[in-house]
């Protein structure tokens, strides 16, 4: 059973650029959750994808924007970047309404 | 709005003794309790939960315990092991709708050798 995959680790970009982020879930989720986890902090929820449609999200501006694929596989898109976007951003997969997560290890963002 | 809060915020115990930590949810909806365990540079790794219609739930050295009229649940670790080293979270969310889970802001635990 293959856990949820995330790309890339780590990455730098500057204030004002774009970032997409991408996930593989896990094998049998049908559901994607992204969260964003600043240092020291919980993860905070973004959104959740449910058959290709946002399905829930959280306090996050609509720079935030996400995709899900037939192949329930996601992206996060964050445009604009300002330095507060800095941050480890979480994928989690899951059966539909079960609030079981199972994390990957994140994508690192450093915005200068 | 919805809130999770967790204490302590960093914990220190030594090698074999137990460890607790207290975490209060404030949306009084909230029907699922995930508690998760992050190591450095790892993501959070679900390691028990509990639902509301269960008081208690033991998995191993692993026990979590809810409260749902004072909206309190633990988790209690004995024997720790230095692997056990790591920062805790506690979570809730009411799983009606979407898995929107609100976790606390987490638990440093270190197990001395």
């Known amino acids: 059973e293959t856990g949820v995959t995330q790309s890339p680790t780590h990455l730098i970009k500057t204030r004002g650029q774009q970032v997409t982020l991408r996930c593989s879930s896990q094998?049998?989720?049908?559901?994607v959750s992204w969260y964003q986890q600043a240092l020291g902090q919980g993860p905070q929820f973004i959104f959740q994808y449910y058959r290709e449609e946002e399905n829930g999200r959280g306090n996050f501006p609509p720079r935030f924007s996400g995709l899900q694929f037939p192949n329930y596989s996601s992206e996060l898109n964050v445009n604009a970047l300002e330095l507060d976007d800095s941050a480890l951003y979480l994928c989690a997969s899951s059966p539909f309404n079960t609030g079981e997560l199972f994390f990957g290890e994140g994508s690192r963002l450093t915005v200068l | 709005g919805e809130n999770v809060e967790q204490h302590p915020s960093t914990l220190s115990v030594q090698e074999g003794d137990s460890a607790v930590i207290k975490c209060t949810y404030s949306d009084s909806a909230s029907n699922y309790f995930p508690w998760y365990k992050q190591e450095l540079g790892k993501g959070p790794q679900l390691i028990i939960d509990i639902r509301s219609n269960v008081g208690e739930k033991k998995d191993q050295r692993i026990a979590v315990t809810l409260n749902k009229t004072a909206k309190h649940f633990s988790l209690h670790i004995t024997e720790t092991q230095p692997e056990d080293s790591a920062v805790y979270f506690c979570?809730?969310?009411?799983?009606?709708?979407?898995?929107?889970?609100?976790f606390g802001p987490g638990t440093s635990l270190s197990v001395i050798p």
């Open positions: 094998s049998g989720h049908n559901t």
């Open positions: 979570a809730a969310s009411k799983t009606t709708s979407y898995d929107k889970v609100i």
